[in-house]
Each structure stands twice: as structure tokens, then as C-alpha cells.
């Protein structure tokens, strides 16, 4: 076991094995790295431990076959004295250590008063022999060649100036050189900054540090004495953690300071620094009664697409404020509108209900957040409302279509339908209801059939209405919508039919028939008829048939106009109903060739015979 005295500060900077202090009443504490050893005090390394610190600029070792230079003493006191004062301790010490017990133990108890003997024979210190001043160096033995022990006249002539610890090898009173050390110890420094109580959180900085190692070494940075958690290292930054926190701001605590320990370690060899945070502590006063503030509860509800309205619940909150303070709700994170609050309920808006039937935005969930405020106070909840999304299978409208009795065709558009399926599948239809056949699907349209438009026509069954309903089906989904088509009833009038006769240019005249029509009321009302689009004159009425006016002979002979056709067209009315029908005079054009003129003479029925000038 290796022991030293020191009567300047020292700093340990790395230890391995077990080594202790012991000061001037006998007091006995382990060492760890970064703990200063204070003037007066007692080193003492176990077996085969080795201990590295500070004193003054340089560095040292101590432990097996090591030394360090010993303060000025008095010349008066050998070295054989100071070794003989300390052997049966330090012996019994050394044991006690070696067989496990506490070598605390083995101290007497501290005497009040003086200071201890030089001589160890009194002193409370169980007889350690504390040394304040010494003029000469000693080298405890490092296994080489060494030379004798000083003699006393020369321990008094040695240099009064000497200032470094004293290391004393119990097992030989002869002097060696220092072992050097093989590797070189790394170097940390701290920088603390003083706090504030009630300003600081798990982000504040009470410290930051540097380190270097000489040979280059990675180091690895720990904090030393922080038992309750307080501190957290950040990069180079020390920090508060939350348990410090809570510390300085504990009125109970009332932490004035926290001490911050680092330690640097490089190849097994370990430096540390230390420093005191300064805490501000601020007069709190009287603490007012704590206003708890509301708390709020959330629980949404499962939605459905396609089953959803403005009545739809999303979701359902409670709240409470302990002082009863009144409370007042507001939605958060509602951007888009979709959400309204309706009492302690929140529903979708118009806005929500076609966002979620919306198959292009395809939502499958609602977050509702809402917020309770009270007395100033806020609280939140938020939970999330699931939306089952479902194939919501085709859509189909349909739309009829007015018709008129004796004004419909197996044309006569009924009805109309649109259809549209969100999933873009493939999509077919049917009539529903259509029992009778008097419909039938063309298309995106409903027509009548031959059987519909006799049944619109038929006074005996004088129809209202025709009910159309028109079924979509898509990927075994379907749709079907109705709407009734209003039949109007009305006096059929009369009919016409024109017939048409084919022209040859050059052969017509005014008495030239172009059309003949035949004309009925089914009422029997008077009938009167009337040429329609006759805009250039060139026909006329003649009892049931069409002739050409003179402009109309001229026309139809006039080359330059070089008429194909005449369309003929007459109207017939009847007690105000009217009819019409028309068809087209072919006109086949011809070479005139010589030209003739005719002049007819008039004859009257029953006064001619064979022998009667029709014409010159």
C-alpha cells in the first residue's frame, strides 16, 4: 500500500483500485476521480492501485513504485521518525482493507481542539502524522538502482522553497525516481451558468464543457454525483432534465446551488471538473388558490358513407370545471367546414355530409378536436371518428315527358334518364312496372310502343298518365328511379291526306291538278281548308284539290328557276281543330323544243259535243 501527504491542494483526475483520504482529526473518505485532496491530508492507495492527479502545472502518478516530492518539515524530524509514527497505523489500515472491513472504523474519535502531534503519539487522528512544511525530496523505491536515505543535516540544508506532497513507500525508506506514466490523462473544463427558479425547463443550458485528450484518444463524457437525475448531457451543453427541473422550482427544496460534476475517459484514464450552479430563488408570496381549469371528454362515432346528413351525430363530449365556472366550446382544426357543434354534440355540416360521401376524396376518417374554455381556462380532447366506405353501386334519374293523345308515334319520347355509377362500372337497364308494353328502352330514352300510342289514342281507356320507372344495375348493384309522364285528352279534329301528282314542264296550266286531299271529322263538323306554305302563290285551292296559279304554270315552265318539285301542303279545321298532310309534286323537266300558243275557250257542262271548241 502506497501513502502520501499534502499540504497544497491536489486534484485526482483518474483512479484505479481503492484509495482514501484521511485529514487531520482522522476523518476517513474514499476517492474518486474529481475529488480535491486539501493541504494536511493523508493518501492512501490499496494493492496494486494507481492514482493520477494534479498538483500545481504538473501531473503525477501515484501507486506501485511510484513518488511524489515532499513539502518543507522540520529538519529536527527524520525520516525514520515520520515512518515509525505512521507504520502501525498504516500497516493496520492496509490489513483492514485487505480482509474487507471498513477501514473507518479503526480511527479513534476526533479530539475538539488543537491540532494533532507531530509525533502521532496524541493526536485524535489515530496517530497519523500530518506534515506542514518540509526543505527536501524523498523518492519512494521504483525498482531500479537508487541512493541512500538522506541524512538530517541534509534534510536541513535542502531548499525551503520545496512545495510538492511527500509519497512515502511503507515497504522501503529508499529513495527511487518517479515512474512515468503511460499514458497521458485527458483534460475537461465546465462552464456553469446560474438559473432562475420558476424560468427554466428541460431545455435550459446550466453548463457547457470542453475536452482534449494529447494523445488523441476518444473520449467518452459522463456526469459524476448526480444521483437524483437532475442534470442531462446534450452534445457539449449540460442540461436540466425534468426531475431537475421540478427540483429548482420546489419552494420545499429551496435549492440555493446544484453542483455539476463531469468526467472525461480515454483509454481507461479519466479527468473531471466541477463547479456550483447558482439558483435565484423568487418570492412566490402567497399562493393564491389554483384555478384547475375545465377538463372535456371526446368520443366519436363511427360513419358511413351514403349513410350520412346534417343530423348525423360524429361524435359526443362531456366537460367540467372544478370552480363551476360557466363553459363555452369551440371546434378546432375545422377548416373545411364540415363540422357545426349542436349542444354537447358535434354533426356534420352540408359541407361535411358530400366530403364524406365523396368518392374522390375517399376519406376514411373525421378528427374531431374540440375545445372548452372557462374562467379564461382552456382544455381539448380530440378522437377520431372512423368512416366505413362502401361500393355505393349506380344512380339513375328519370325525367318524363308530357305527351298528347293523337299526337304520339312509336317516336314519341316519353321519358329521359341519366345514370352514373362512382366505381365506373359497366352499366344496364330495364323498364319496372311495364306490364302492358307500352314502353320500351331506346337508348338513354322511353318510347311508346305500336300498343302504347293506340292506348294513348283510345277514348275507351282515356289515360291520365303513363307511370315510366326505369332500373340501372351495375356490378350487381342497382338503382331505379319513376316519374309519370301526363297524358293530355283532347278533341281529335279532323284529318286530312294529300296525294300528290307528278308535273311535266311545259304541259301544265291553271287547270293543271297538282295534288288531291281527302279530309274527315270524326265529330262532323263543318270543314275548311287552307294551302300552307304558299308564300310565292303558285297554287290554289280547287274544291279537294290543288291547281296552279298562273304564277305557278310559270314557274314551273320558267327555265331559269328549274323546279324539281312543289311541296303541297293543306290545312283542314274543324270546330277550331285543325289538321294538315302534305306531299311533294314531282316536276320532270323537258326539252321544249318549237313553241306553241293555245288559247282554250270556255264551255259549259251539259252544252258541248264532239263538235265544241275547247280551245285554239
Known sequence: MEQSIATSSATIVSIQGQAFAVDAQGNIRPLQAGDTIAPGELIITSQGAQLGFYYGDDQYVLGDNSATQL????????????????????????????????????????????????????????????IERIGVETIAQAGFDTQPPATNSELADTDNEATEPLAINNS?????PPAPSPDQVPTVSLSVQAITEGAVDTDTVVATFSSSDPDGDE??????????????????????????????????????????????EANGLTASDSADVSIARTDDGVTPPVDQGPSISVTAETLTEESVSTNTVVANFTSSDPEGDAQTYALLNNGDGYLVLDGNQVKLTDAGVAAVNNDQLNLSELNVSVEVTANGKTASDSDTSAITRVDEGPSISVTAEAVTEESVSTDTVVANFTSSDPEGDAQTYALLNNGDG???????????????????????????????????????????????????????????????????????????????????????????????????????????????????????????????????????????????????????????????????????????????????
Open 438 to 616: 307500352y314502353l320500351v328502352l331506346d337508348g338513354n330514352q322511353v318510347k311508346l310502343t305500336d300498343a302504347g300510342v293506340a292506348a294513348v289514342n283510345n277514348d275507351q281507356l282515356n289515360l291520365s298518365e303513363l307511370n315510366v320507372s326505369v332500373e340501372v344495375t351495375a356490378n350487381g348493384k342497382t338503382a331505379s328511379d319513376s316519374d309519370t309522364a301526363a297524358i293530355t285528352r283532347v278533341d281529335e279534329g279532323p284529318s286530312i291526306s294529300v296525294t300528290a301528282e307528278t308535273l311535266t314542264e311545259e304541259s301544265v296550266s291553271t287547270d293543271t291538278v297538282v295534288a288531291n286531299f281527302t279530309s274527315s271529322d270524326p265529330e262532323g263538323d263543318a270543314q275548311t281548308y287552307a294551302l300552307l306554305n304558299n308564300g310565292d302563290g303558285y297554287l290554289v285551292l280547287d274544291g279537294n284539290q290543288v291547281k296552279l296559279t298562273d304564277a305557278g304554270v310559270a314557274a314551273v315552265n320558267n327555265d331559269t328557276l328549274n323546279l324539281s318539285e312543289l311541296n303541297i301542303s293543306v290545312e283542314v279545321t274543324a270546330n277550331g281543330k285543325t289538321a294538315s298532310d302534305s306531299d311533294t309534286a314531282a316536276i320532270t323537266r323537258v326539252d321544249e323544243g318549237p313553241s306553241i300558243s293555245v288559247t282554250a275557250e270556255a264551255v259549259t257542262e251539259e252544252s258541248v259535243s264532239a263538235d265544241t271548241v275547247v280551245a285554239n
Open 71 to 130: 513539502p518543507e518539515f522540520d529538519p529536527s524530524q527524520t525520516l525514520s521518525q515520520l515512518n515509525a509514527a505512521n507504520d502501525l497505523d498504516v500497516e493496520a489500515l492496509q490489513q483492514a482493507i485487505l480482509e474487507g472491513a471498513d477501514p473507518t472504523e479503526l480511527f479513534e474519535a476526533t479530539a475538539a481542539g488543537g491540532a494533532p502531534a507531530g509525533d502521532g503519539s496524541s493526536a485524535g487522528n489515530g496517530g497519523f502524522v500530518t
Open 172 to 176: 522501503s525508506n529508499e529513495p527511487t
Open 219 to 264: 473520449i467518452i463524457h459522463s456526469l459524476v454525483n448526480d444521483p437524483q437525475g437532475f442534470f442531462v448531457i446534450d452534445g457539449n451543453e449540460i442540461k436540466l432534465t425534468e426531475a431537475g427541473v421540478a427540483a429548482v422550482n420546489d419552494d420545499q427544496l429551496n435549492l440555493t446551488s446544484l453542483n455539476i460534476t463531469i468526467q472525461a
